[in-house]
């Protein structure tokens, strides 16, 4: 299942990987300290070690039968017995063990089945490198030609992962796409977010933000490193059982990055210092969890933020104390999003199937009074995803549990809608256009468990809410 998904520009990523270095030893307890809070609160499942201690148990009554029943044998047996002993104690030469050569020979009466320890004992070899690492880098060759998409999955099995699969554009128009690499989580990821702050020096960096399934916790990883077990940077989260201070207390469904700011949220909507790794704003103006967040493209410091309170608040970052701009509308927010080729309007999807499209130039500190410029009715049933083509103005598409993705032409605040698609992909929950390609958009869907494919009469599909609240359950798998 795929829970959330994040684009990375062309050119952003390394050529080829850095290899992580070996954790140490504050790493590994941090590491063993983060899982120990995941399973803390699960019952363990003894089944298997009290099997175990059984067979342990029936085995240690058989040797005392046999030793019992060896016992009532003539003393004659008894001699052949120990005298059998002493030949094969012999042969195995237990005495001078730790003096042969180290090797082991495997099913094999000559040297050509030798194991060595390394290939430096091996005299076959030529070439004494353990690793194929030349090959393997040249394989990891990331082109700057080609695309990333990050994606935050939990499988069948409950492993929770990120994986980050390079997007290969190819004449048919289907791009190939392939895993790169992936970096184990601790629980089920929710949200994402690209960032290319340089947070190891530099000019820029390349990482991804990820909001976690019960984890009041923002995981940061650098993509450019692989094999790497834990994250750069952690915001908030507990340390010796309380609350870092400026922390969320619930997981964080929303995140929004820009190089001025950086925000989150839960119930609250928090601004991150990524220098100092400390909360810098904390903004409690919705009175339920924070679906979504969006910074302003032209006006880094304000930020806007969508509620299942059914409320869209503006915010200047620069102003923490001020309440904003208020929106009332009408039902819970799925997602929003700013039109990047004007820095006045934002657009909101609801729960209700609608899409509304508003102007901060009309707004006022009368909740009643901000009314959208026009509203569109898009979906069924709740629009849940919508992107903007960054290369093509007034291009809006929106994704939906009704299984289908729409695109929409918004000129002149008269939209129509110019193209209607059911990818076969079942119900939408996620949508965004290529940074790189306008014709380019990636979707993640929710298929029913054992399915490839829509079925007619499968049962109604879990809201965005259900998904994030459901997602441990296993009522569902989305492939």
Not at 64 to 77: D, I, L, Q
Not at 251 to 272: I, T
Not at 344 to 351: D, E, G, I, T
């Amino acid at each position: 299942m795929i829970t959330a998904f994040s684009w990375v520009p062309k050119g952003a990523a390394k050529a080829i990987p850095d290899r992580a270095e070996l954790p140490s030893k504050e790493e590994i307890e941090k590491l063993k300290e983060t899982c120990d809070q995941v399973y803390s609160e699960d019952e363990e499942d003894n089944t298997e070690d009290e099997k175990e201690n059984g067979e342990v148990a029936h085995a240690k009554t058989i040797a005392e039968a046999f030793g019992k029943s060896s016992r009532s044998k003539n003393a004659s047996s008894s001699i052949e017995v120990d005298d059998l002993n002493d030949d094969f104690m012999k042969e195995l030469d237990m005495d001078n063990y730790d003096e042969e050569d180290y090797r082991i020979e495997i099913l094999s009466s000559g040297n050509g089945g030798l194991y060595y320890a390394s290939n430096e004992m091996d005299p076959y070899l030529m070439n004494h490198d353990d690793s194929d690492d030349s090959d393997e880098d040249e394989d990891q060759t990331i082109l700057p030609t080609k695309s990333i998409i990050v994606c935050a999955k939990t499988d069948d099995n409950d492993a929770s992962y990120l994986d980050v699969c390079v997007c290969e554009e190819t004449s048919n128009g289907y791009p190939n796409i392939y895993s790169r690499g992936r970096f184990e989580l601790p629980t089920a990821p929710l949200c994402t977010a690209w960032l290319d702050c340089p947070l190891k020096g530099g000019e820029k960096g390349n990482f991804l933000a990820v909001g976690l399934y019960k984890k009041p916790m923002i995981e940061i990883w650098d993509l450019d490193v692989k094999d790497e077990v834990l994250p750069c940077v952690q915001l908030g989260g507990k340390e010796k059982g309380h609350y870092k201070e400026g922390s969320h207390t619930r997981s964080v469904l929303g995140l929004a990055w820009n190089r001025e700011f950086r925000s989150s949220a839960d119930k609250k909507v928090k601004v991150w210092d990524m220098a100092t790794e400390k909360c810098m704003i904390t903004m409690e103006h919705h009175t339920k969890k924070v679906q979504a967040v969006a910074w302003n493209h032209y006006a880094p410091e304000v930020l806007l933020s969508g509620s299942f309170d059914q409320t869209v608040v503006l915010n200047d970052g620069r102003k923490p104390s001020h309440s904003g701009f208020k929106w009332s509308v009408m039902s819970k927010v799925e997602s929003l999003a700013w039109d990047p080729h004007s820095e006045h309007s934002f657009v909101v999807s609801l729960k209700n199937g609608t899409v509304k499209v508003f102007d901060v130039r009309q707004a006022s500190n009368s909740a009643s009074d901000l009314k959208p410029s026009f509203t569109l009715q898009a979906h069924h049933k709740p629009a849940t995803c919508v992107s903007y083509n960054i290369s093509a103005p007034n291009l809006l598409a929106t994704g939906s549990m009704d299984k289908t993705v729409k695109l929409w032409d918004l000129s002149d605040n008269k939209p129509s809608c110019i193209a209607s698609h059911i990818p076969n992909a079942g119900s939408l929950f996620s949508i965004d256009f290529s940074p790189d390609n306008p014709f380019l958009l990636a979707i993640v869907s929710w298929i029913p468990k054992g399915s490839l494919k829509p079925v007619p009469d499968a049962a109604e599909p879990p809201s965005k809410e259900e998904i994030k609240e459901l997602i441990e359950s296993g009522a569902f798998t989305a492939r």
